[in-house]
């Protein structure tokens, strides 16, 4: 399947395959973020942006990505996935804090 102009360049600044993701509108993960406790954090090692996800149930999370100049897109995809994906994180991430 091809990718769009907007999902390749998502694909570059995430660090879970985005097709094991759901999209998320603005409104719901604003809602959702605002009523967890985050349980991972990232940081891109070039300073542009940020990862933070949150336990949405007990097999999901919820991920804010955020950019350098703080726009926000959310996420939703499976604990196991999201696990998986810091197991085998590339040098441009660096955790700050997980409990995911």
């Not at 990232?42 to 950019?67: I, M, N, Q, Y």
């Amino acid at each position: 399947m091809a990718t769009s102009g907007q999902g390749r360049i998502m694909a570059d600044r995430v660090p879970f395959p985005l097709d094991a993701a759901e999209s998320l509108s603005w409104d719901l993960g604003t809602e959702v973020v605002d009523e967890k406790q985050a349980c991972a954090r990232l940081e891109r090692t070039d300073g542009a942006g940020s990862l933070t996800a949150f336990e949405a149930t007990d097999h999901t999370v919820v991920v804010r990505v955020r950019t350098a100049v703080g726009r926000q897109k959310f996420y939703g995809l499976t604990a196991a996935t999201f696990r998986e994906s810091l197991d085998g994180l590339s040098s441009r991430w660096r955790v700050v804090e997980t409990d995911c």
